[in-house]
């Protein structure tokens, strides 16, 4: 398949076109490279370009005519939204409706786009069904779940299709070290956690007073190798003529949550591990300080995937996602010289 990944410089989309290059897709990136630089990339072509650049966004298309494109390139931080809603509907609204125009455009139809877990906001069962209501704690999730809705009229309309996956906390890093996940201001808690850990720091928890058996936030890991797959099998399924519904939707988790604390507690075992295996190059305490914070504005108590659909229908198999893996893979490369990733 030809595949154009928009957001590919970024954290999810650069594993995931590493790992359609190695599958032997025709791969190329489309980003504006304002929070990640090319050379990540290595060897994959790319084209430096904003969603809302319709010159340079047109004329990738025309000229490189992806089978399918991969639509990551989105702003994701929570709290951010709640601040600054302008920010996240103007690039992740009106970004993605140009995107989808100049596709259309281009004669191009098939979409993989890259949703979240919270469109559902706190939801109403758990595990989390993708036909649970849709009520968004948050600018983030609301702005995802505009798109997906508008995706689903432009099908009826257009005949565009479209698979969207909602996933739910990505993690870890490639099994080789050579990538992994590198969010400037990053907010995410268990490359956080890991920083703390490894510079001697004090951790800040945000919110102790959750509903959950701990009281800190339960969330579904699921390590970024499974969702590129998962990510590449809706690519495979929409070039199809298979009879199961395109223009849909698709949970992408493990169906087991951990929260917070599990999380501290699971670095601190792996650190612990690292220091047996290779003491020179573990930094910092083992242990880890925690300091307790108000709640951030826009968090949901708990989030746990149910994927059965994905499972059954895309045959899908998460290999990597369990915590430990998922937290050893990304200590590995957390420890590796950070010039090697940036």
Known sequence: ?????????GYIGAITAKE???AGHNVLVYDHFVSHTPTKLKDIPYVKGGLLDKKTLDKTLRNFHPDVVMHFAAYIQMGESVANPRKYYGNNVLGSLSLIESMIGAGVHKLVFASTAGVYGNPVHVPIPENDPKEPENPYGETKLTVERLLKWYDKAYGFRSISIRFFNAAGATLDSSLGEDHHDESHI????IRAQMEGKEFKMFGNDYPTPDGTCVRDYIHVLDLAEAFRLAAVHLMTNDPLPMTTCY?????????NLEIVKMVEKVASDYAQIDPEHV????KIKVKFAPRRPGDANELVADSSRLRSELSWSPKYSDLETIIKTAYAWHSKDKNDNY
């Not at 398949?1 to 410089?9: F, N, Q, S, Y």
């Not at 268990?190 to 956690?193: C, F, G």
């Not at 930094?283 to 083992?286: A, K, L, P, T, V």
């Open 20 to 22: 359609l290059e190695k």
């Open 251 to 259: 949970n992408a988790g493990t169906g087991h949550g951990y929260s």
């Open 190 to 193: 268990i490359p956080s956690v």
């Open 1 to 9: 398949m030809r595949i154009l990944i928009t957001g590919g410089a």
């Open 283 to 286: 930094e910092g305490s083992q």
